[in-house]
């Protein structure tokens, strides 16, 4: 069905929506008591029970189209699939009453075009066709004269659009201040210092200067919360040694997968194909000659050197251009040879010997791999005799004792990554379980199965002193380093005021010409252009933090770069800015319509209609 059936501007009736899914709950959501062919009525518009049915049916076949799977009405209900089909009805029928009050309409010549201009109604022959016309409708489970209606009512629609948002711009002043504030440029020099050019070592703090920095940081040194959790887990790797593998399951697997174990010889090959034999033996007699390379005549071709690689070949895929490949040395270009894509020059690039993996040398890792399926499959057994025990009132603890399965206990945080807490699936159980949770089977990502118990949970809290000693030495000298570099940059501010020779420091110097705000330099803190964009031509500044500190000068505040970019920039400006003034005016335009039209819903009819769906 065409596309501008019921449906208006997608960028405003998501508008509407927005608007309408807020406001549903101040409609009167009462059980009116007249016809119930309506679901809802808006001003001197009606949602009707159909229309309503087919929008509902149409949002929830959407979401199965996405998910592949049947999504019940009750499911529908909690995603709110339900108020946002009415949502959509709604909105249109506000516009529809406003339509109406303003006397709008579509005449019966403009609407006859419309219908002759949709293509789901043409028929073989391109044109129009009345049973065509007609079969699509009763598809679609309308009749002529509501598809009309609506055909009619979407056109006033549209012209309600856009006299609300035609010809609308923002001010030329808006866009130019906000070109000019993202392209705005700065030159500037600057000095670095690093911890190595301290002018004298820090000294060694001592416990008090720790302690006071600890105190004053405790955020820094807070352990975030954490679940002491038992568990008990049993893996493939555990159990290995009662699997047994017999001579043939090997020997079945190893021939099984023979092309892993015997690889033949190969080369790393590119192709360019020619269109006949003649162009093929024309480009390689330029190669001999010295007037082309095998990459300019890829380039010529408007190719790339990753579109003719072909990776790794082996003699017998390359048919009978093999014995002329494999007989070339690397970096060789042979050719015209044949191909299916007809005469073709390859270039080696590379020599792959061939290799031969015994039985003898594959058996470990054949018998491991088996060993680990069948162990897998094992524990598939048992899994089932472990949720018993767990379910008869067994413990961790006992299931320790009375199965190969492991005891472990571990402080687990949102970090916590190592060991057991390495699974997914164990950290996704971990972050859900609660003290009332019994222990269950769950499988872990290679087959194994544990099982968890939360015994405690510790809230966030300082983490000991003498446990983030390290961490807070750590701190202390990097914030000592930053103080005393600040300090040496502040001086050296002084002097270069005076001299505005920056080479006489002595320091790693740069002179940067015409950086925008989004520029990014190396070793600079995240918001050291902010700061440059803060200074005025002349103005020194110390920018930086922790072990690398830089005395800055602006030489100079330049204006945007006219260029070609810059004026896509600002026409991309430019339009965004008329979109949103656009949406802002129409989401005006369709409250006060909203307001204006007090819809007021049948919460009967909605139910008898959500019924049919269950």
């Known amino acids: 069905m065409a596309a501008r ?52 049916q149409s949002e929830i076949r959407a979401i199965e189209a996405q998910t592949g799977q ?30 109406a009050e303003l006397g709008l ?14 293509q789901a109604f043409h028929g073989p022959d391109g044109k129009f066709d009345r049973e065509t016309y007609r079969f699509a409708l009763e598809q679609a489970g309308l009749s002529e004269a509501a598809f009309e209606a609506d055909l009619r009512a979407e056109a006033a629609r549209t012209l309600v659009q856009g006299a609300v948002i035609g010809g609308v711009r923002m001010p030329e002043t808006l866009v130019n201040t906000l070109t000019d504030y993202v ?75 023979a092309s892993e174990f015997s690889v033949p010889e190969r080369r790393l090959i590119e192709r360019l194909a020619f269109a006949d034999e003649a162009a093929a033996s024309g480009a390689m007699a330029q190669i001999e000659v010295g007037g082309t390379t095998f990459e300019a005549l890829v380039e010529a071709r408007g190719l790339s050197l990753s579109d003719v690689d072909m990776g790794d070949m082996t003699a017998s895929a390359l048919g009978a251009a093999a014995e002329a490949v494999f007989a070339a040395d690397i970096g060789d270009v042979v050719g015209p040879l044949p191909s299916d894509l007809g005469p ?23 018998r491991e791999e088996l060993a680990a399926e069948r162990a897998r499959r094992l524990i598939e057994t048992r899994a089932e005799n472990i949720d018993d025990l767990l379910a008869g009132g067994a413990t961790l603890e006992d299931l320790a004792e009375e199965t190969d399965m492991e005891l472990g206990q571990i402080d687990w945080t949102a ?156 026409d991309g400006f430019g339009q965004e800015l008329d979109q949103t003034l656009a949406q802002a005016l129409f989401e005006a335009f369709a409250r006060d319509a909203q307001l204006r ?11 008898a209609v959500q019924s049919s769906f269950q």
């Open 70 to 99: 049947s999504l019940q009405m009750s499911d529908a209900r909690a995603i709110g699939l339900d108020q946002q089909a009415l949502s959509r009805l709604v909105a249109l029928a506000s516009i529809d009453n406003e339509v």
């Open 183 to 257: 392209a705005a440029r700065r030159s500037f020099t600057m000095a670095t210092l690093t911890g190595d050019d301290l002018a004298a070592p820090l000294p060694a703090p001592d416990d008090a200067a720790l302690r006071a920095y600890y105190d004053a940081n405790l955020d820094r040194f807070t352990l975030p919360e954490t679940k002491k959790i038992t568990y008990v887990t049993l893996t493939p790797a555990m159990i290995l040694d009662q699997v047994e593998v017999d001579e043939a399951s090997l020997r079945s697997l190893y021939d099984e997968r």
């Open 415 to 570: 970090q916590s990554s190592d060991g057991v807490a390495a699974y997914d699936a164990f950290r996704e159980a971990a972050q859900a379980v609660s003290v009332e949770d019994f222990p269950q089977v769950t499988f872990l990502e290679d087959g194994g199965v544990f099982a968890l118990r939360l015994d405690d949970t510790l809230p966030p809290r300082p983490e000991p002193f003498d446990q983030a000693r390290d961490r807070v030495i750590e701190g202390w000298t990097l914030d000592q380093t930053e103080a005393a570099l600040t300090a040496q940059a502040e001086a050296l501010v002084t002097e270069l005021k005076d001299s505005g020779d920056f080479t006489a420091t002595g320091l790693e110097v740069k002179v940067e010409t015409g950086l925008t705000r989004g520029a990014y330099l190396e070793g600079t803190p995240p918001d050291f252009m902010a700061k440059v964009f803060e200074m005025e031509p002349g103005d020194f500044r110390v920018i930086g933090a922790g072990d690398r500190v830089h005395v800055v000068r602006l030489d100079a505040a330049l204006p945007p770069d006219e260029t070609a970019d810059l004026q896509r920039m600002r």
């Open 105 to 118: 309409s579509v005449g019966d010549e403009k609407l006859q075009q419309e219908i002759l201009a949709i």
């Open 344 to 366: 073709a020059l390859y270039r080696v690039n590379g020599q792959l010997e061939a290799h031969e993996t015994s039985f003898e040398d594959a058996r470990a890792a054949l």
């Open 5 to 56: 059936i019921k449906k208006l501007s997608s960028t405003f009736v998501w508008i509407l929506l927005g608007l309408l899914i807020a406001g549903l709950a101040g409609f009167g959501a009462t059980n009116l008591t007249g016809t119930v062919r309506t679901v809802a009525t808006v001003g001197s518009e009606t949602v009707s029970v159909d229309d309503y049915s087919r929008e509902l």
């Open 597 to 607: 039209a007090r819809p007021m819903v049948d919460q009967r009819a909605l139910n």
